[in-house]
T-cell receptor
Framework: GENVEQHPSTLSVQEGDSAVIKCTYS??????FPWYKQELGKRPQLIID?????GEKKDQRIAVTLNKTAKHFSLHITETQPEDSAVYFC???????????FGTGTSLTVIP | NAGVMQNPRHLVRRRGQEARLRCSPM?????VYWYRQLPEEGLKFMVY????????ESGMPKERFSAEFPKEGPSILRIQQVVRGDSAAYFC?????????????FGPGTRLTVT
């Protein structure tokens, strides 16, 4: 089965700096890679996703890059704000209707 | 358009009791997934269901756990004879059969505490 690894497990940045979270996956058949943000005690919320036919996707301060050859994808948050503080999870999936394999999460703290 | 609904939000059970967790998918969604999240850990897949069918239960423990998604009503995750190790947050997610097929939207979770 698929194995998703996520680094770092914790990340602290100064407000206004950038944050980068990296994930690797093992199954070359995976073709969908979502990122979720989970605030304490809340539900995971989809913030951005990328499909294997695209190398990069951007939505305001958030971007995701995908390297299919190396089997890794990354989340980039620019101009971080205190409200970006949360746990971020990456995931990989093979096809629609299939389970998501989640990384172990990155706890991001943005220091005002 | 209501999102994914789960109830109860918090559930306390004594060891040996049964726990029933309910999930109503988003309107128009017919795929339901259950995930378990242990404290300070990631989400682990348990089971994937469509109406009246279990599609993939590879993440379900072999004993005490069962899930259903009947033709009418919510999906139910049932845990029999709960043990302390079952204490966790249980999230369900739903996805559509049309449009954005890949996206899964999560409910608020049920936090199960076994005393």
């Amino acid at each position: 089965g698929e194995n998703v690894e996520q680094h770092p497990s914790t990340l602290s940045v100064q407000e206004g700096d950038s944050a980068v979270i990296k994930c690797t996956y093992s199954d070359s058949a995976s073709n969908y890679f979502p990122w979720y943000k989970q605030e304490l005690g809340k539900r995971p919320q989809l913030i951005i996703d990328i499909r294997s036919n695209v190398g990069e996707k951007k939505d305001q301060r958030i971007a995701v890059t995908l390297n299919k050859t190396a089997k890794h994808f990354s989340l980039h948050i620019t101009e971080t704000q205190p409200e970006d503080s949360a746990v971020y999870f990456c995931a990989a999936s093979e096809y629609t209707g299939n389970q998501f394999y989640f990384g172990t999460g990155t706890s991001l703290t943005v220091i005002p | 358009n209501a999102g994914v609904m789960q109830n109860p939000r918090h559930l306390v059970r004594r060891r040996g009791q049964e726990a029933r967790l309910r999930c109503s998918p988003m309107k128009g969604h017919s795929h339901v997934y259950w995930y378990r999240q242990l404290p300070e850990e990631g989400l682990k897949f348990m089971v994937y269901l469509q109406k009246e069918n279990i599609i993939d239960e590879s993440g379900m423990p072999k004993e005490r756990f069962s899930a259903e998604f009947p033709k009418e009503g919510p999906s139910i995750l049932r845990i029999q004879q709960v043990v302390r190790g079952d204490s966790a947050a249980y999230f369900c997610a739903s996805s559509s059969t049309t449009g954005a097929l890949y996206e899964q939207y999560f409910g608020p979770g049920t936090r199960l505490t076994v005393t």
